[in-house]
Each structure stands twice: as C-alpha cells, then as structure tokens.
C-alpha cells in the first residue's frame, strides 16, 4: 500500500430507531451504548493507527461542539467540516474528498459512518488493504458483508465476476434495496452481501466520475470548499453553494452508475446498530439470551433487552421485549417490532411531544445542563462547566437565579463585579443582571442553579459576549 488512507467520518445521522436514547439533540453516535466509548469514538479510534492520516469528520453545526468534546476525549486531532445543512451523503462525500485532495492528490479516502459497530478491529484493516488494492488501481471500493442472516433492514450488493490482477474483489452486478423476508432469503441463498454504506477510493478518482455522473453536486461543493470559512477549530462549508447541491446518497449518484465500482467481500463482524434489535444482537447476552444495560432483573423471560441507567427496571413472563428506560420516557416493544420505532417517533413529532428532540441533560460547549424539577415560576438544575468552560455575558429579562456550588470552583460575574465561589457557597442572580458563569479551576465545576420568575424558557436570553461565537 504506497498511498496514506485518510479517513472521513460520516456524523450526521439522528438514528430514531434507537429513540429515546437517541434523540436528534443527542443521536446515537455519541452515546456509550457498548461500553465506556460512543459509536463515533469507536469509530475514531479503529482509525487512529500507522497506516491512517488525520481524520476528516463531516458533521452539522448543532453537533459540532459535541464532536470536539468526544475527540477531547479520547486524546485525537481531527479536521471537523461543517455541513451548512443536509444534503445526504454525496455531497458531505464529496467535500470532504475535495479536502483531502487539497491535502495530498494520491491520498486515499475511507469513508465511514459514525454509528456503525465493528467489534474484529484487526479483521476489518485486512480488508481494508485489500480494498487499498483496488483504490490505488482506480476503483471505487465499497465493502459487502457477507450476510449472517436474511435482515430486512439492509440494502444488499449482488457481487459480479473477481477484477484481474486484484485479489479479493470483485466488480458489482447490482445494488439492491432493502428485501422483504422471503426476497432477503433469496439473496442469502445466491450469495449477495449486505450493503455497509463504507467506501474506499483515491479523492481525485471520486471527484472526477462525480463531475462526470452528477454536475451538480460537484460544482457546488467544490464551490463551497472553496470558500469555506475558519469558525474556532471549525471548517464551515460556505452555505450558499452548498445549498446548490443536489441531495442525494452516493449510492444513487454515483456507485450505481460508475464502472469503477467495486466490492471487497468481507467477513468481520459488522452492524449499522440500526435498531434495538440490533443493539441486542450484538451484546453480551446473559441466561436466557437476555441483555441488560444498567439496572435490570429478569425473571421467566428471555432474548429481552433493557436499557435502564438509572431506575431498577424488572421484566417478569415476557420474551422478546426491549424496554428503555429513562427519567423522562419509557419505550416498551416487541423486539421483533424494532424497526417500527421511527413510525412511533413520527407519530410523537407530528403531536409535538419534546421527548423526541431533546434530553433532559442538555449539552453546550461550555459542559451540560440537566432540569433537577420544574413547577409554577421555577425551575431547578444541575449545571456542570468544564475545566475552562465558559459561559456567555448574558442577561434575562423574565427570571432571577440562586447558584449554590456544590463541586469545583466557580468564577462568577454580575454587573461587571468578579468573585470566586467555591463549595457549599452561593450567590444570588437579580433580574436583568448581566452576569457571566466560567470554571478556573482543573476539576468540573457543578453547581445547583433555582430560576425563578414569569417565563423560564430558554430563549429568554441576550447574549452580549460569547467564546463560542453563538449568537
């Protein structure tokens, strides 16, 4: 392999099959469904080795500070471009090839999802040079998992004849959509592959059958590369010609009809964690093939799921259940039934219930946020600013707030006056202050804040300073 593989790491997903955990505020890929790393960390570190440059994560600005802060976590450098807004995977495939080929022409470029699980790390690089192979010879590589079973849920590849001179891949007869049962069986049975959605290729190679098969996605995104802006450790993509772009998935726009492509058929464990279903699947299971994540007790049941951190959650007489747990909602489904979440967060979106976007822990940039309890003219929170986190200069014109530290050191700003507060000290907010909240010191500053006063909501904020840039 003579090239470097640069890898871009696709974030953009809101994964509402796993709702309530995932939530559009807070998808899938940044929460530790597994263990102590988020899909996209996982991901992030499969890629971290010798035979990887510096990443590229594509993801969208409401997400941004939350990639930042995941990458912070596990100790990575990236280069994090931003999505002006969604115009499905070709176009973020797109500039972020235009990126790397600006960084070195021969790069090649491996592009994956944030939210998928690969649990043989070493199985998967070998395949990963053997689709180098069929990059550097010109190919544009994706990779087909042989299946384990007849899924329903994902799009599968009919593999053609092996290419020349390349071992261990093969041209594409055809891609497929996702089959009912007895069509997915069929597939099973003639040795098709389950479509990953992860590809492989030289950027210079893209771009050129990109500005072949599709204009208008090239263009524009080449456009926006160009005149892309620095916003703090950001690279936002200009917005007025990303707009231009097409949206649609790279498999319609480019993979179907390119004569490049190919597939590398591959045997390492693979999932897109596209369900509950498939969360279970791939988990240790304890006795009676019941998986539990948090509090849970089973008694008389099996090949049941709970996903419970906090409340005791126990599950007695019943098979094939998941059960989610949380402080603000409860999601109770036949196992078998998974995929039909989305229906059911649809059905939540169009009867404007919160639950569906947002958390009760809340994430900025400066840390996290989490309503404690609520009532008439208050509302209590717990606040956590991390080690220099800074809040915005802002005041209110609707509430008061009483902060009382409970852990840390706080540096507290109120009408141009500064003073610390540290444990089991207070201070007292008045009505249109302008006051400022930021964490000197080397722990997590948490502190209690009770609001009180005719409208709490959170836009009942006017900013006059931000370290963020955040309006």
């Known amino acids: 392999m003579s090239s470097s593989i640069i890898p871009v790491i696709l974030c953009g997903g809101t994964g509402q099959r796993l709702w309530p955990v995932s939530r559009s505020t807070h998808p899938k890929q940044f929460h530790p469904l597994f263990g102590a790393l988020s899909p996209f960390q996982a991901t992030v570190k499969r890629v971290s080795g010798e035979m990887f440059a510096a990443q590229i994560i594509v993801t969208g600005n409401d997400h941004r500070f939350l990639v930042a802060d995941q990458l912070r976590l596990i100790e990575t450098e990236a280069e994090i471009v931003l999505e002006p807004m969604r115009r499905d995977s070709c176009a973020a495939i797109a500039a972020a090839a235009e990126i790397a ?31 180098a192979k069929a990059a550097e010879a010109g190919r544009i590589v994706t990779f087909g998992i042989k299946p384990g079973e007849p899924a329903t849920g994902y799009g599968y590849i009919q593999p053609g004849a092996a290419l020349d001179g390349i071992e261990g891949a093969n041209a594409i007869s055809a891609f497929v959509e996702k089959p009912d049962r007895e069509t997915a069986e069929r597939y099973v049975a003639e040795g098709y592959l389950w479509n990953s959605g992860n590809f492989l290729f030289r950027a210079r190679d893209f771009l050129n059958e990109l500005e072949h098969l599709a204009t208008d996605i090239a263009e524009p995104v080449r456009q926006s590369v160009e005149n892309a802006t620095r916003d703090l450790d950001f690279l936002r993509l200009d917005p007025e010609h990303f707009a ?10 480019v993979m179907e009809k390119t004569e490049l492509a190919a597939v590398v058929p591959s045997d390492f464990s693979w999932s897109d964690i596209g369900s509950w279903d498939a969360v279970w ?3 240790e299971k304890g006795e009676h093939g019941n998986v539990a994540v948090g509090r849970a007790v089973f008694h008389d049941a099996s090949n049941s799921f709970v996903h419970s951190p906090g409340a005791l959650t126990t599950v007695l007489g019943l098979d094939d259940v998941v059960v989610v747990v949380l402080r603000d909602t409860v999601l109770v489904a036949n196992r078998n039934k998974a995929q039909d979440v989305k229906a059911l967060v649809n059905q939540l979106t169009e009867a404007g219930y919160r639950e569906v976007s947002e958390h009760l822990q809340i994430y900025r940039p400066w840390g996290d946020y989490e309503q404690v309890d609520a009532g008439h003219r208050y509302q209590v929170k717990r606040i956590t600013v991390k080690p220099g986190g800074r809040l915005s200069l802002q005041s209110h014109r609707h509430r008061a707030e009483h902060w009382v530290v409970v852990t840390g050191t706080a540096k507290v700003t109120v009408n141009g006056e500064e003073f610390i507060l540290t444990e089991n000290q207070s201070t007292f907010i008045p009505l249109g202050a302008v006051h400022r909240l930021e964490n000197p010191g080397k722990i997590a500053l948490e502190l209690i804040e009770v609001q009180s006063g005719s409208y709490l909501g959170e836009d009942d904020i006017e900013r006059y300073e931000d370290v963020y840039g955040r309006d």
């Open 281 to 283: 699947s791939i988990s």
């Open 244 to 253: 231009q772009a097409r949206a649609i998935s790279v498999d319609y726009a």
């Open 101 to 131: 080929a600006r960084r070195d022409e021969n790069a090649l470029i491996l592009v994956l999802a944030a939210d998928h699980a690969i649990t043989d790390v070493n199985r998967f690089l070998e395949h990963i040079r053997r689709g």
